[in-house]
């Protein structure tokens, strides 16, 4: 099935998020978005646009003020607390600036820590944690601590722990922002050997060169869609 047909993975219908009561300030105003397995995404816009509110809307980080955001079809609204939980740590993975890495953990364990509460073994969370890594080219890493690394290979750490649950989705906010140019390069190819089939990568970034890297580019102003464009053909 080609990225953009069936079932969206994820769809924002309507959405507005207002914050504050007596001077309301609309984060994002009737937004209506629909996410496939398979697409690669990026979000972009200037500061303020919405891009975060965005990010924690998809990643079911924050409800809507109004509208539906519906994950797999089910209405991330009408959960409760404990199952949207599950639903987020079952379905999304999530990738930040900051790589957010314990510092006393190997590569592997950090990568582990997404496994956990999970009724595996230690032995099945250790397998799966390190065929996350060897496929992000980290193997020989694996028993390193991240002050023994590079940016660009904590960076590669902290992908390898959000797909390492096998999720639907990949939430990917600013990605390249704390790297350099060779390993903002060498993180980026390794965004792009992530999409598969089954699983859909967004990127929210400021980085025209970033945002180029994706397939399909929407573009935010004001707390509004104002652009959704294909940027490169999928085949």
């Given at each position: 099935?080609?990225?953009?047909?069936?079932?969206?993975?994820?769809?924002?219908?309507?959405?507005?998020?207002?914050?504050?009561?007596?001077?309301?300030?609309?984060?994002?105003?009737?937004?209506?978005?629909?996410?496939?397995?398979?697409?690669?995404?990026?979000?972009?816009?200037?500061?303020?646009?919405?891009?975060?509110?965005?990010?924690?809307?998809?990643?079911?980080?924050?409800?809507?003020?109004?509208?539906?955001?519906?994950?797999?079809?089910?209405?991330?609204?009408?959960?409760?607390?404990?199952?949207?939980?599950?639903?987020?740590?079952?379905?999304?993975?999530?990738?930040?600036?900051?790589?957010?890495?314990?510092?006393?953990?190997?590569?592997?364990?950090?990568?582990?820590?997404?496994?956990?509460?999970?009724?595996?073994?230690?032995?099945?969370?250790?397998?799966?944690?390190?065929?996350?890594?060897?496929?992000?080219?980290?193997?020989?890493?694996?028993?390193?601590?991240?002050?023994?690394?590079?940016?660009?290979?904590?960076?590669?750490?902290?992908?390898?722990?959000?797909?390492v649950t096998e999720p639907l989705?990949?939430?990917?906010?600013?990605?390249?922002?704390?790297?350099?140019?060779?390993?903002?390069?060498?993180?980026?190819?390794?965004?792009?050997?992530?999409?598969?089939?089954?699983?859909?990568?967004?990127?929210?970034?400021?980085?025209?060169?970033?945002?180029?890297?994706?397939?399909?580019?929407?573009?935010?102003?004001?707390?509004?869609?104002?652009?959704?464009?294909?940027?490169?053909?999928?085949?």
């Amino acid at each position: 099935m080609r990225p953009g047909t069936g079932e969206p993975l994820i769809e924002l219908e309507s959405v507005s998020r207002v914050y504050g009561d007596e001077v309301p300030v609309y984060a994002l105003r009737d937004v209506s978005l629909q996410i496939h397995a398979g697409e690669f995404v990026s979000i972009v816009g200037p500061s303020g646009s919405g891009k975060s509110t965005m990010l924690g809307l998809l990643g079911c980080l924050d409800l809507p003020t109004s509208g539906t955001v519906r994950v797999a079809g089910r209405d991330v609204a009408e959960m409760e607390d404990a199952a949207r939980s599950r639903l987020r740590g079952d379905s999304i993975g999530f990738v930040f600036q900051q790589f957010h890495l314990i510092p006393h953990l190997t590569a592997l364990g950090n990568v582990e820590t997404a496994l956990l509460y999970r009724g595996l073994t230690a032995r099945q969370r250790h397998e799966r944690a390190y065929r996350a890594l060897a496929e992000l080219g980290l193997a020989a890493r694996a028993t390193h601590r991240p002050v023994q690394m590079s940016g660009g290979e904590q960076q590669r750490v902290a992908l390898a722990r959000a797909i390492v649950t096998e999720p639907l989705m990949v939430l990917a906010d600013e990605p390249t922002g704390a790297l350099d140019s060779v390993n903002a390069a060498h993180v980026l190819d390794t965004l792009q050997g992530l999409t598969s089939p089954e699983r859909a990568l967004v990127i929210v970034t400021h980085e025209p060169v970033v945002a180029a890297t994706a397939d399909r580019r929407v573009s935010m102003r004001d707390g509004r869609i104002v652009g959704d464009d294909v940027v490169a053909v999928v085949s």
